[in-house]
């Protein structure tokens, strides 16, 4: 039997009104969703909780509940209805109403994609955009959407099918008029209850083939993502395109001629953390200063106040004669406006541009595209990477990464260089390759420099200055000889690196009886008021053959520890060690001292230096 014209444009007005319905709902959801979910990041309300399960309810909700929510607000009665009203504006049971129905449903499925795309995405290159002049806006344009992609295109894909499929909401707000109302699922709903298997057989078919076309192009894209593959070679004209926005106010410092400004940071400020009160002040010049502390002293938080990414509770942060923060007069400049470079443990490189793009990222503005190429070519060769513009971060080692984060920090023009661990991802021999680096090119910075490590030796080399930080307080600053052969304190001593500590007591003004090491010493420093701890470090014990030395004692070997240079003897002053772990002092020795005496019969003979005894208090 032939099939009517009349009866074809009915089985075909459903499929249209659906795909009409479900774009429009998608490209909605898009954006409404995108928005929310930028919103939601960044928010830390108390009624955050709250607004995130407004904004999910249709996800969980039945379509029937949502649809009579709807329409108890956009119904002749309704709120939003009778205002609509007012004006001769009807939209239940419309096609309008059909796009609002499949738009409330399915923008839970873009917003919670879009959200879970952007917490992806490692914070630290917001921080580190931040810092190199980025604005908010251009940070969300040229950092966050790029590296979202991949979740918002399949978030837009599930939005859509969800849209396309949505059948009792519709239902309730719509209606089922035929040509103007009626989607695929109501069709289908009505086929089935009216005994047209057939119609409904088709339009199932027809909604599976599209169902399935989409989650394959989302499984697609989430394969793509996860194993991308290089990226073809960007043009140099899109350099000019990724320069920063910046602030009259950031531009008007750097064009400020540095050689009349005093290069000093003066930092005070206090801001409670779990646990303890961070109470810092100190000034530094342009003389590298090496921030030690442990784990959680609040070494990074530091930096991070000073670069504008955390705000202190009260205090005030100076560089080079201008203010950054001052809570009792109000000024706390954005991080785009403070010319900081912030080098992050991890580099925080962008990871979807080139080694030039990022270089340039945060160069400031009124440039040739001659003058950007030179000047990323120069910065390249100064970090040892010459000829690296084209690649990607993925395309370069550990110590190369860490070259081009150091570059492109330089290349914006800093007046001060924050260097946040840089080291602590590299193996030992790239992490003395690029210390050496690093010192090279910080002999012709001419700015500030803080540089935070738990590599003494390391802080040793690199920064003239120290400052040692427990719990948020400073509790050493000075040169680092200084810092080291005078700790003053038991905690300054031990952060430090000096592993020898007995509880002390005076006994005369020269003499001090050690408690821990059952022991009388001579010492040359002049008692502390509150003596508490002498200490001694582990390479500054002397072996000798005799007892005619001042503080040289009989000593008995406990245990050794081996590293390929050094040998740690682990001894007992006076008499014989029990067990491996009956010790008084840890001595350092390189292996061909060792050799010399390690055959000699027991006691040993172990000088004390009385130059070189710490007296500490608490």
Known sequence: ??????????????????????????????????????????????????????????????????????????????????????????????????????????????YKTALGAFKQIDSNLFACARTLGASENRIFWKIMLPLAKPGLIAGTLLAFARALGEFGATLMLAGSIPG??????????????????????????????????????????????????????????????????????????LDYPVPKAKIELIVNIQKKLPGFLLDIAFYTDQTPLGLLGGSGAGKSLILRCIAGLDTPDRGHIML???????????????????????????????????????????MPSGKSQREIKQEIEKQLISVDLPGMSDRYPRELSGGQQQRVALARAKASKPGIM????????????????????????LIHYQGVTL?????????????????VIDRGK???????????????????????GCKNFSRAVAISDRQVKAIDWNCILEVIEPLPQSLEYIGIRAHQLIFFDTNDETNTFPCWLATISETQHRMTLYLKLNQPANHPEDYHLQAEVFKNKWRSFKDRPFPWKIKLNPFQIMLLNI
Not at 341 to 350: D, I, K, V
């Open 1 to 110: 039997m032939a099939v009517r014209p009349h009866q074809i444009m009915t089985d075909l007005t459903p499929i249209w009104i659906s795909l009409k319905t479900a774009t429009t709902a998608t490209v909605i959801t898009f954006f409404l969703g995108i928005m929310a979910a930028r919103w939601m990041l960044g928010y830390r309300g108390k009624s955050k909780g709250l607004i995130e399960g407004l904004l999910t309810a249709p996800l969980v909700l039945p379509p029937t509940v949502v649809g009579f929510l709807l329409l108890l607000l956009l119904g002749r009665n309704g709120f939003i209805g009778q205002i609509l009203n007012y004006f001769g504006l009807t939209v239940i049971f419309s096609w309008y109403a059909t796009v609002i129905a499949s738009t409330v449903v399915a923008f839970p499925l873009m």
């Open 180 to 253: 103007k109302t009626e989607t695929i699922p109501i069709a289908i709903f009505f086929a089935a209850e009216g005994g047209a298997m057939d119609r409904a057989l088709w339009l199932v078919i027809i909604m599976l083939i599209i169902s399935l076309g989409v989650i394959t192009v989302v499984n697609y894209v989430t394969e793509k993502n996860t194993h991308q593959k290089l990226k073809s070679r960007r043009r140099g004209e899109r350099l000019l395109a990724l320069f920063p926005k910046i602030s009259a106010q950031r531009q008007k410092y």
């Open 320 to 362: 080079n004669g201008r203010v950054l923060f001052d809570s009792e007069k109000g000024i706390n400049l954005p991080p785009c406006d403070r010319a900081c470079g912030f080098l992050f443990q991890n580099y925080a490189l962008f990871p979807h541009l080139t080694i030039a793009e990022n270089i340039a990222f945060g």
């Open 418 to 441: 924050l260097l946040d661990e840089p080291f602590s991802a590299l193996d030992t021999y790239l992490r003395d390759k690029q210390e050496k680096m690093l010192r090279n090119n």
């Open 451 to 467: 540089f935070i490590t738990h590599n003494l030796e390391e802080a040793y080399r690199v920064c003239p200055n120290l400052m």
């Open 474 to 496: 400073v509790i050493a600053s000075g040169t680092k000889q200084d810092v080291f052969e005078h700790p003053g304190n038991f905690r300054t001593a031990q952060l430090t």
